[in-house]
């Protein structure tokens, strides 16, 4: 099979029920903007510091890619690829344990100092915009509240990533003063 179609050279795409739609459509926007935050993890994999969590990353791209499916789908047909409660529950209990062993926080961290630490919020911001652009499609259909709530606390899960790698890795976490 050929990797090219060339059914998109019109600047429309296929969604998974078959409905075509521009490619610049809230629905494309928001699992194009999900797609691009499994590549971010996909990276972060990578790092020879992440090699303990490897296994927990690839599950988070399972997940992130079962929220791609549902969102392209235009007429529910990917449901059953619906992330549950569990995975919400898995990235808390992850958080949870890597907050335990950092100082609290009581201001704004400027992202930085530290390749993995920086590519950690960058994700953190790309699935920031996935959530938005997700939540966006609730004015147009149905929204996956569970897909929802895992963007969101993926984008928690982000921050404190890095800033535990931060510690681990002996960077110096700057706090914005105001």
Known sequence: MKIY???GDDGFTSLSGGKRVPK????VNAYGSVDEL???IGLLRSFPETKKISDFLLGIQDMLMR???????DQGR??????DDTAVRMLEAAMDEMESALPPLDKFVLPG????VSYCHIARCVCRRAERSV???GDTGKVS????KYLNRLSDYLFVLARKLSVDLDNEEIKWPF
């Open 5 to 7: 179609t060339r059914t």
């Open 24 to 27: 610049d459509s809230a629905r």
């Open 38 to 40: 499994i590549s971010l």
């Open 67 to 73: 929220c791609a499916a549902v969102i392209s789908s």
């Open 78 to 83: 990917n449901d059953y690829l619906i992330p």
């Open 113 to 116: 100092g530290n390749l993995i």
């Open 135 to 137: 939540v966006g499609l």
């Open 145 to 148: 509240e569970i897909s929802l």
